[in-house]
């Protein structure tokens, strides 16, 4: 369970909920970059959502129902998680990724599909799910990705699939103006934050200042802050 968000108001503002259960984390504030590291048991902790300073962000909701088309076909195919380690890590670019997509097949993980919004500092958005397919959004009004895939809508049903959060979500942005903030994006997060798999992590990146918002366990009062350059 996640929330993504991207608006492209009078700035593009990147807001990121991170829902897990019984997965261990951690957020690290870096000179250059910001981001959630989870606890891997086989690689250790990896470095999966958040920005960096030359504007991206990476946010990789889990996808509800698990699609097997997204099960990898051999030990060389390419890897969702790994692309956006490469967007985050600035190794390759969004242009890049999208280059790549659009040309191979990506994968997830046995058993489960990891689906990717990635934003770049311009507000370009790329939506990728291993095994349907991919959406590049050239610099949308705004952009929302929780749990089910885009290319399904409500036409699978799945508990965790989040379409009350995504409605939520769009309600708000459709009745915001171009003003559209920090403190705008965080009351979105606390309205489609979760308790059931709660929400460990919210996080918002004001991608024209360089400055990465985020508060841990729905301590909305305890917000800190990391400029990134």
């Known amino acids: 369970m996640c929330t993504s968000i991207v608006s492209n108001g009078n700035k593009t503002i990147v807001g990121w909920n991170l829902d897990i259960l019984d997965m261990e984390y951690k957020v690290v504030a870096e000179n250059d970059k910001v981001y959630i590291a989870i606890n891997d048991k086989k690689e250790g902790w990896l ?95 705004y952009s929302v990705l929780t749990n089910f895939s885009p290319f399904k809508g409500s036409t699978e049903q799945h508990p965790w699939m989040g379409w009350d959060r995504y409605n939520k979500a769009v309600e708000m942005l459709e009745h915001n103006n171009e003003g559209f903030d920090v403190s705008d994006c965080f009351e979105i997060l606390k309205q489609t934050a979760q308790t059931i798999c709660p929400t460990v992590v919210s996080m918002v990146f004001d991608v024209a200042d360089n400055m990465v918002y985020w508060c841990e366990n729905r301590n909305w009062d305890k917000i800190q802050k990391k400029k990134i350059s």
């Open 47 to 141: 470095p999966l959502f958040g920005a960096n300073a030359r504007g991206d962000f990476v946010a990789m909701p889990t996808c509800w129902p698990f699609d097997e088309r997204s099960n990898p076909a051999n030990a060389d195919c390419k890897n969702v998680i790994m692309l956006d380690i490469d967007l985050l890590l600035s190794k390759k670019t969004l242009g890049e990724i999208k280059d790549i997509v659009e040309c191979e097949p990506v994968y997830s993980v046995p058993g489960v599909t990891f689906q990717s919004q990635l934003s770049d500092r311009a507000g370009n958005v790329l939506q990728i799910v291993p095994g349907q397919g991919i959406r590049y959004l050239p610099k949308p009004k």
